[in-house]
């Protein structure tokens, strides 16, 4: 057992760095709190287009691309060493995630090569951002339930219908799409998948307010749109098969949260005053510290074991698929702590205050333990997956999808 | 980067795994409860003859001369098969405690013993129904003669020998003792988990011999501690592991409202917390296996976060196990039971969870630590 890189690994290691140096400034404890919090904003996005610019012509925005499409053919352990090493500096980052992580893989996959040159080095370049179009009002944790209609018309499709929670999509200029083309045929029989100019006439987004005052994503509204059979990815009745492997990659993928952890809190209780001595001499916090500190470092672990798998050219195991559940419910957990640090001043929101950052973490790891699979189908997933458990007996199981029994909405 | 045991420690917790397999450790065990004994001593010659208990021990003395890694691994099989052998008090306490502090002399005379299974050893620090601290101590080393009464020493029976944390004017100082004496008492005590053999020692003016330095026997004690925990959390997340494939056979085999109860949410949601808390004990163990094999200075934190998140998990595993089982996780014919107990047992036997979470702070405090 080691943590070193094996000569390679280094030598790329080194070179990442040396770019990253030559080209961007290192973090500073003030750039680590307040990331993340502005995505959406103008000049944010324009600097993670200029970043994203910077990083395709030196062809380290999708390292793991062929060199076709800008990328250098990296290796997954590779990725991993420019990550690390990317974020280490007060760069933009979140904004292209999800047109890289998951429209780039489907397009890849199931394009045909004319898109895939005309649409992937652009997608990488950060000329053209990318969202995705899955959720809808009554379609969540069962998105096969999604009721978004598409009917063939000659060569092109006419789409109407609603989805939600859509990230980014008042700024992207394409979008991943799964609607249904037939409501008589079972659920996950009757999708199929496409991509979508977001410009197209009849597309309307509206964006939704979160809990934390912010807005970061949207309402989408289809009305007539129509959508060129081109630009379908797979056969009509795949769109299930196609939309899942973007779902578990999703699902499983979605990293540590972040925010505050266990060395915050531990910083915290160690300058807080608590009737008279610091916090940290109190039994109970040291307890609720010590938990967070086993599960953080767990989840470090595991990250650990996971590259170290890579690093031997292996797959790995299952193990990292507990990361989001876990990082999240701490999240809200070491939030609720430091706003209760303060007693009752824990409930003023003063930008100043070191309470600050730990009510944003509260705030916002209520969406993180819902956004991109919510911990019951995390679980879920971890039961039938990993664990080999049967599925639920589902109510909609060999019926005609109009024929499912539906709620309010 | 390189978080994982190598292939040749992989093959040997194969090896050691199907050996516990077909010598039936856990029907050994099971039979270890429900009769007067306390150990398995075929089971325990064959360990022996394996060469285990020589693992660490150098090869100048007859061991097999290899690393913690291997020791690990080995647990992690002990755990999952509850064998009932004074396994861990003799090596992972013990011959650790031996290891790290004896003189050239001590080593000499007793780690080729300890190969060859002539000499088990124990360990003793607990006195009184309190966390045992520096102050607390009660049982007294003076002129090289002990004297007073240990509670809750595993495997005092067929120890030949023990390290014993005493008082030495108004320190700690780590005894070796000879069992054997005439002067010493040992007796039975009942326990939660009587696959095991816990028991109380007497000492009357034993002849006892300094191990390491006088007055530092807290600060050794403690040390040897962080690697039985770290030995320990692989036993601990081999139970979990073992306990967590119960409920997973079970949950697919049983049915209930015409349908295995595996695909309930309940369920599934319980098993898959199980997995989780297993795979934080897990990955935390690695690191402090880590820790604990290149003597690093993480080690006192390393091994309290494995310890903690290993207990947890293993306690979890096992209490979910059963529950799983319903009804008849709670019958004796049903292995859930010597599990649950196990758990219990291993969740205390080097100081409780509170105690570790307070070690690990400390070690924050003094931030020696991942970071």
């Known amino acids: 057992m080691d943590f070193k890189d094996t000569p390679e690994e280094a030598k790329f290691r ?9 080209n961007a400034e290192l973090k500073s404890a003030e750039t680590n709190s307040t990331e993340k919090m502005n995505v959406g904003n103008e000049s944010v996005l324009e600097k993670a287009r200029v970043w994203q610019k910077k990083k395709y012509d030196a062809g380290w925005a999708m390292l793991h691309w062929p060199e076709e499409f800008g990328g250098i053919g990296a290796s997954p352990i590779e990725r991993i060493i420019w990550s690390e090493e990317e974020s280490k500096f007060d760069v933009p980052r979140g904004i292209y995630e999800i047109g890289l992580g998951m429209a780039g893989p489907v397009l890849m996959e199931y394009a045909t090569d004319e898109q895939k040159a005309r649409y992937l080095p652009p997608m990488a370049e950060g000329k053209e951002i990318w969202c995705q179009l899955f959720s809808e009002p009554s379609a969540g944790s069962d998105v096969a339930g999604l009721r978004s209609k598409a009917v063939q018309d000659g060569d092109k499709w006419i789409v109407n219908g609603q989805k939600v929670w859509t990230s980014g999509a008042q700024f992207s200029d394409y979008g991943i799409l799964v609607v249904r083309h037939d409501p008589s045929a079972a659920k996950h029989k009757g999708l199929t998948f496409f991509f979508v100019d977001m410009k197209s006439k009849g597309i309307e987004v509206k964006p939704i307010q979160q809990i934390t005052g912010g807005s970061s994503f949207n309402e989408v509204y289809f009305n007539d749109v129509e959508i060129p059979d081109s630009h379908r990815l797979g056969e009509i009745g795949d769109g299930w098969k196609v939309a899942i492997t973007t779902l578990m990659n999703e699902r499983l993928a979605v990293g540590d949260a972040n925010g505050v952890d266990a060395r915050e809190a531990f910083e915290l209780a160690k300058q807080q005053d608590d009737r008279g001595a610091p916090m940290i001499e109190n039994q109970a916090v040291r307890e609720s510290i010590a938990d967070w500190y086993c599960e953080a470092n767990g989840l470090k672990n595991t990250k650990l074991r996971t590259m170290s798998a890579l690093s031997r050219g292996d797959t790995p195991g299952p193990e990292a698929s507990i990361t989001k559940v876990v990082s999240a419910n701490k999240l809200q957990a070491i939030g609720n702590f430091g706003m209760d640090a303060a007693d009752m001043a824990g409930m003023l929101m003063e930008k100043d205050q070191k309470t600050f950052e730990f009510q944003q973490a509260w705030m916002g790891a209520a969406g993180l333990r819902i956004a991109g699979g919510t911990d019951e189908i995390l679980k879920n997933i971890i039961a039938e997956r990993v664990l080999g458990l049967p599925q639920e007996a589902r109510a909609d199981k060999g019926l005609a999808f109009k024929d499912i029994p539906t709620g309010k909405n | 980067m390189n978080l994982d045991f190598s292939n040749d420690q992989k093959l040997l917790q194969d090896e050691a795994s199907k050996f516990l397999i077909k010598e039936e450790a856990l029907k050994a065990s099971r039979a270890v409860m429900e009769t007067k004994s306390n150990y398995d001593p075929e089971l ?48 992972y306490l013990f011959t650790e405690a031996l290891l790290e502090f004896a003189s050239e002399e001590q080593k000499t005379q007793i780690l080729p013993q300890l190969v060859s299974g002539e000499v088990v050893g124990t360990f003793a620090m607990a006195e009184t129904a309190a966390a045992p601290t520096e102050q607390n101590l009660v049982v007294n080393y003076a002129d090289g003669k002990l004297s007073g009464k ?91 592991q073992e306990t967590l494939d119960m409920a997973n056979a079970y949950a697919k085999e049983r049915y209930a409202f015409g349908r295995p109860i595996g695909s309930f949410q309940a369920i599934k949601h319980k098993l898959a917390d199980m997995y989780i808390a297993l795979t934080l004990a897990k990955s935390n163990s690695y690191y402090a296996a880590w820790a604990l094999s290149t003597d690093a200075a993480e080690l006192p934190a390393a091994a309290a976060t494995a310890r903690v998140s290993a207990t947890k998990a293993f306690q979890l595993c096992a209490q979910e196990n059963i529950q799983t089982h319903g009804g008849n996780g709670f019958t004796w014919e049903y292995d859930c039971h010597l599990f649950y107990k196990r758990s219990k047992l291993l969740s205390l036997n080097l100081g409780s969870l509170a105690s570790w979470k307070e070690k690990l702070i400390q070690s924050l405090e003094q931030a020696n630590t991942q970071s």
């Open chain 1, 14 to 22: 080194a070179k990442c760095r040396a770019w990253l140096e030559e």
């Open chain 2, 44 to 91: 325990w010659q064959k360990i022996v003859q394996l060469g285990w208990t020589g693992i660490r021990i150098p090869e100048e003395f007859g061991g097999l001369g290899l690393g913690h890694l291997e020791l690990c691994v080995i647990a992690e099989e002990l755990g999952r098969q509850l064998a009932p052998v004074p396994f861990s008090s003799s090596v």
């Open chain 2, 150 to 240: 240990k509670i809750a020493v595993p495997d005092a029976e067929v120890a030949s020998h023990a390290i014993v944390v005493a008082k030495e004017n108004n320190h700690a100082t780590m005894c070796l003792v000879n069992l054997k004496d005439a002067s010493v008492t040992v007796e039975k005590q009942n326990n939660i988990d009587e696959s095991r053999g816990y028991f109380s020692i007497e000492f009357k003016n034993t002849p006892a011999e300094i191990i390491g330095d006088s007055g530092s026997g807290w600060l050794h004690a403690e040390k040897i501690l962080n690697h039985a925990a770290t030995l320990f959390a692989f036993e601990q997340i081999g139970g979990a």
